[in-house]
């Protein structure tokens, strides 16, 4: 018998004690509360009463499960009959394997300079899917026709990247949000110029829930051709996926998906959760909850002596100006991250488990660091 055989089944000859290999212990302090981001929350309860109800038995492999089967009429009824869903680990994968799908090897992708593509992603979208990332400047996050024209040129120059792809960020990175003519203007504008449109929707309910609008509002309906998909920062453990809203503007998107290494084998345990959060209305409760303790938290920074408000609270964002030794020391009780350290602006992130008392206790103790001076 193979000796590492003999002492994984015969505890004598174990160097490590069982109870050490079995010690399952919560290795946090629950009470932590902080403003960092909506990725530091946990998963909801209603998330992790599907994963055990998945658990257990066998299913398919690789998405032909009856969860992720079940996923695709979900799926379109929310987002139009032609919708096609493919479930991936995270919103890195989800947005390369997205734009992959919509460009070719000579391609390039329009996008504000503030979007989670071109700043957050490690430069996956370039160094991954080997597409050139065309940025404009944008006061809000939002691109325009205008803005886009900025980029929108050179087709035929074999000198410069082509411009393919558009992607909008709902809600943007500085936490504002487009209307559903903002984004259909965008839509006819690119479409007019043969480019596609791509919406990274991590935080599409929060976009939702903040216009009291359906997200097919601002998706099928708006002309948006492909999405990708956040569940992780509304509330799920992990996984995201990228839903096609028009199939004929993508190219072999399971094979895309394989080779970005983003095709879960227990593919059951994304959808499910998926599908607890779209079945019913658990996807609006939390991003409604989570943007209601954001304008909580603003009204509260309003009435702090000395700290600004910097940009537009429209989802569950709050982005302000203060002393930057305040910010130091505020960090030491509450984490939180600077988005602009040298101009002193920081983000403060709410998520669905966000409580009054959190939002309450923040401010207090932003008053009190506040009172002490820079």
Known sequence: MNPAHRTAMDPAL????????????????????GFASDNYAGVHPEI?????LANGGHQPAYGNDDYTAHLQRLIRSHFGPRAEAHPVFNGTGANVVALQALADRWGAVICAESAHINVDEGGAPERMAGLKLLTVPTEDGKLTPDLIDRQAWGWEDE??????????????????V??????????????????????????????????????????NAAGVDVISFGGTKNGMLYGEAVVVLNPDAVRRMRHIRKMSMQLASKMRFVSAQL????AGDLWLRNARHANTMARRLAEG??????????QAVQANAVFA??????????????????????????????????????????????????????
């Open 321 to 374: 100006r203060l002393p930057h030794d305040v910010s130091l020391r505020l960090q030491k009780r509450y984490r939180f991250y600077f988005w602009d350290e040298p101009a002193g602006e920081v983000r403060w992130m709410c998520s669905w488990d966000t409580t009054e008392e959190d939002v309450d206790g923040f401010l207090a103790a932003l008053g009190e660091e506040m009172r002490r001076g820079a």
């Open 159 to 176: 000198h410069r990247a082509m411009p393919q792809v558009v992607s909008l960020t709902q809600a943007t990175e500085l936490g504002t």
């Open 275 to 278: 599908e607890a959060l779209l």
């Open 178 to 219: 487009y209307t559903p003519d903002e984004i259909r203007a965008v839509c006819e504008h690119a479409h007019e110029r043969g480019m596609t449109v791509h919406l990274d929707g991590s935080r599409i309910a929060n976009a939702a829930a903040s216009l009291d609008v359906p997200m097919r509002a601002f998706a």
């Open 48 to 52: 992790l009463a599907a994963l055990a």
């Open 301 to 310: 920074v309003r009435r702090v002596p000395g700290v600004e408000i910097s």
């Open 14 to 33: 174990d160097p490590e004690p069982a109870a050490a290999r079995t010690d399952a212990r919560r290795r946090h302090d629950p009470s932590v509360r």
